[in-house]
Structure formats: C-alpha cells, structure tokens
C-alpha cells in the first residue's frame, strides 16, 4: 500500500493547521476556552481537509469535462500537495503584515495547482486556470467565511 495518500491528507491538515493557528489571535481575544480552542483548531483542519478534498473533486470534474487525462487521485494529489506554501500560514498574525501575507499564501497555492495542472496533462495556461478556478473559489468560501456564521460560531460561544 502506498504511503501517498496518507502524506497528501497530512500535508492538508498541516497546511489547514497552520492557517488556523495564525489566526488563532481571534480566538484568543473572544478569551475562549482551552476546549473550545482545541475544538475550533480540530475542527477547522478537518473542515480544510474536506474543503481541499471538494476542490480536488471540482478539478476532476472539470478535467473530465474538458478530456484532460487526470484521474480522481492526481487531483487530490496535486490540490494537496499545491498547499505547501500554506505550511506558513501560521505567519498571518504578525501585525501589519499578516493580512497581506494571508492574501499572498492563497494566490500562491492557486498558481502552484495552475502550474501542477497545466505541467502534468500539457494543456494550456487558460484551461489549467479554468480548471482550477472553481475550486479555489469554493474552497476559499468553505474554510475562510464559513467561520463567520453557523455552528462555528456557537463554537466560539457566541449566539
């Protein structure tokens, strides 16, 4: 059995905890407790998890669409494995600088999967971000404005 996958699933719950924990400030200012902190943590990397796993999936629906040559795992593969530079989201806290860094890390995860896309089935620049496109928008909403409604915020133990 090959260890890919179990790399691909632990490099995207290290990417989606780092992200959390840079922008952990929050939490800790709304004085959470240390269960609820550990909670929104676990459930934040999961979430992110699923989040990159739905984009892996678009990307194989819309490869398929277009009879590009990728198959349901590359994808998630190549989604996974384009979140390295998210590995230095725990950096977004830094004070004046964060917000822009945070900007930076998911433009910079969105090139690295054009890239991957375009290089591993040859197609062109306009279909590789075509292709990648949708999912990053649907992966971008699901992890970041998720957190503003719902259960999370209950989590946070706000009403």
């Known amino acids: 059995m090959s260890l890919e996958p179990f790399l691909a ?6 990417a989606g905890l780092s992200d959390l924990l840079g922008q952990s400030a929050v939490l800790l200012l709304n004085r959470v407790s240390p269960r609820r902190f550990l909670l929104c943590l676990s459930g934040g990397a999961l979430l992110f998890v699923a989040s990159a796993l739905t984009w892996g999936l678009g990307l194989y629906v819309l490869a398929w669409l277009f009879g590009l040559q990728l198959s349901l795992l590359r994808c998630i593969y190549l989604v996974a494995y384009a979140h ?3 590995l230095a989201g725990v ?9 822009y860094l945070f900007q930076l890390i998911r433009a910079w995860v ?13 197609c062109s620049l ?4 075509l292709c990648a496109l949708p999912g990053w928008a ?3 909403n699901l992890t970041h404005l998720g957190w503003t409604r719902g259960p999370w915020r209950r989590l946070m133990g706000h009403p």
């Open 110 to 122: 969105f090139f690295d999967l054009v890239v991957a896309v375009g290089w591993t089935t040859g």
């Open 84 to 86: 390295v530079p998210q």
């Open 9 to 14: 699933l632990g490099l995207l719950g290290a």
């Open 126 to 129: 306009p279909l590789a971000i």
């Open 138 to 140: 649907l992966h971008f």
């Open 91 to 99: 950096l977004v806290f830094l004070p004046h600088f964060g917000a």
